[in-house]
Structure formats: C-alpha cells, structure tokens
C-alpha cells in the first residue's frame, strides 16, 4: 500500500546551519506529495506541495524536489533560524481523488540561538 | 479570514460518558476531515466528508461517528467514550481533494478518564 517514512525523528541544529529532512515514498502513479508544518499548540499550516516529476515546491525558505526516480521529496533549507523549530510532516495525496492524505511519522526540528 | 475553528479546545470525560467535538469553516470548502494525533503514530485519519450528509471512514472509524448537516460544520461524536481515545483531534477542510492543501484547526485535546 501507499506509504510515506521520515528518516529522522529528530534533527537538532544551530542557527544559519543547513538543514535536510529526507522523505521517501511508495506509491503507485503519481501522487501529489505535501509538506506541513505545525508549531507547539498549534494545528499543521501547509508549507507547499509538488504534483510531478522533478516539479520543485518551496515557501518561506524551504524547499524540495520531486523525485519519481528516488520516490524522495527532502525538505531542504539553506539556513535555519530558531523560529523554524517545529514538527515537520511529509505528506503523501492518494490517487483516485479521495481527498485523502498519509502523513509520515513528523521530524520535530529543534534550533539552537 | 480563512480560518478553522474548534469547539472546545480542551476537554475532560470519563469513561463511557459521550463527547461531542465541533468544528466549523468559513471557506465554503466541500471536503473536511477528521483526525487524532497521538505521540508515534502522527496523524491518522477517522473521517472524510465530502459534502453535507456525504460522510467516508478513514482508517481508524472505530468508535466514532460523525455527523455534517451544514457544509460549514462538521462534527465528530464518541458515543461511550473510551480510555483508549484520549488524544489530540485535529479538524481540517479542503476546497478540492487529492492536490488541495489543508487547514487544520488548533485542536481539541480530550482526556478520557
């Protein structure tokens, strides 16, 4: 079945520092993929999604790639701030337009002053 | 403001009592969910609705049910509530299916006692 893994569960960096979260993906088609972000006490905000192959999706700094060759979509910032600390979810559209999403597991993202 | 609104944001039960969880929209989106957020398992998803009186299990609709009678609200009901169900449960709405993002609300956060 359709499934989508977080390698990292958690990531701990300083500020300015680089940051990749690693999403991989199984699924037959081509699914839309997501990323979310959700801030303590708060509900997960869209950051962006891409729909196909190579399609590159970014807002407020981040960015990733769809990659059908590596069934990856890494979530990719040139440099953090400690206002980026949050949970991180990748997200996966099933196909046969369900409405439905599979989210992986999150990467909570920790950025030190 | 596009926004998603949950009622109530905190709530205690005990065991077998039954809970009403509501959530509203003010986007006219067709498409709304339900979900919980436990610690490990991410998000996972219990209903879909599609419309008004147009409702789908996700996959965890085991003792739940659902009602939306007006496209801006949707709600989520544990009859007899259980230990089992303490979480966090996350509304969210959607203008279209597999390539529309989703806004979440803030939550609710029930303990079941």
Redesign the interface.
Known sequence: GDSVTQTEGQVALSEEDFLTIHCNYSASGYPALFWYVQYPGEGPQFLFRASRDKEKGSSRGFEATYDKGTTSFHLRKASVQESDSAVYYCALGITGNTGKLIFGLGTTLQVQP | DMK?TQMPRYLIKRMGENVLLECGQDMSHE?M?WYRQDP????Q?IY?S?DVDSN?E?DIPKGYRVSRKKREHFSLILDSAKTNQTSVY?C?S?P????????????TRLTVL
């Open positions: 998603v498409t969910y490990g398992l991410g998000l998803l879909i599609y789908s996700g996350f969210a959607s279209g299916r597999n390539y529309a993002e989703q806004f979440f609300g803030p939550g």
